[in-house]
């Protein structure tokens, strides 16, 4: 089992949908990160939380640390926010970054 | 534009072969990385350089050679790969300490090993 899981492998939209990719992880953290990675290949760092919520845009990161999960959550959705979706969280043991395997969103007009 | 470059974008190369992958950066960042992306993976870390010394090498075997010659410059030397090396090979920069502080992409070199 990963340490990190994420939910759903793959999820479809039409645009204007209010969008939740979750992230369970079984290790202690010290900040855990949201990426996002388009068909080119690139990835952009979303957010990087070790408590609470944070907003950018239409893009809102929660954490809840006791229960070990994040969720992304994306208001008014539009095609372009089509992309790969992934969490990632720093080991407090390691000191390292512990991927998930990503969530693949499409969104359709 | 993500501050981040690597070339080649593709690399279509052969088991007997050496080439080599670059990544630049010039965001004053002091820490630089190697990923490997595989389908269907999850991200795995290859390499870590902080203020150009070799920190991590996560079990990489030696046919991957990494270079850092300065902060700016990283580098991946290839050779005698083997045709399960083919994958997306990403370079990232951090601002200061290892993971630290949030992890700038460049847009990936794709590999195929024939």
């Known amino acids: 089992k990963n340490e990190v899981e994420q939910s759903p492998q793959n999820l479809t939209a039409q645009e204007g949908e209010f969008i939740t990719i979750n992230c369970s992880y079984s290790?202690?953290?010290?900040?855990l990160h949201w990426l996002q990675q388009h068909p080119g290949g690139g990835i952009v760092s979303l957010f990087m939380l070790s408590s609470g919520k944070k907003k950018h845009g239409r893009l809102i990161a929660t954490i809840n640390i006791q229960e070990k999960h994040s969720s992304l959550h994306i208001t008014a959705s539009h095609p372009r926010d089509s992309a790969v979706y992934i969490c990632a969280v720093r080991s407090v043991n390691t000191d390292k970054l512990i991927f998930g395997t990503g969530t693949r969103l499409q969104v359709f007009p | 534009e993500t501050g981040v470059t690597q070339t080649p974008r593709h690399l279509v190369m052969g088991m007997t072969n050496k080439k080599s992958l670059k990544c630049e950066q010039h965001l004053g960042h002091n820490a630089m990385y190697w990923y490997k992306q595989s389908a269907k993976k999850p991200l795995e870390l290859m390499f870590v350089?902080?203020?150009?010394?070799?920190?991590e090498n996560n079990s990489v075997p030696s046919r991957f050679s990494p270079e850092c010659p300065n902060s700016s410059h990283l580098f991946l030397h290839l050779h005698t790969l083997q045709p399960e090396d083919s994958a997306l090979y990403l370079c990232a920069s951090s601002l200061d300490r290892p993971y630290n502080s949030p992890l700038h992409f460049g847009n990936g070199t794709r590999l195929t090993v024939t």
């Open positions: 290790v202690g953290i010290s900040a």
């Open positions: 350089y902080n203020f150009k010394e070799q920190t």
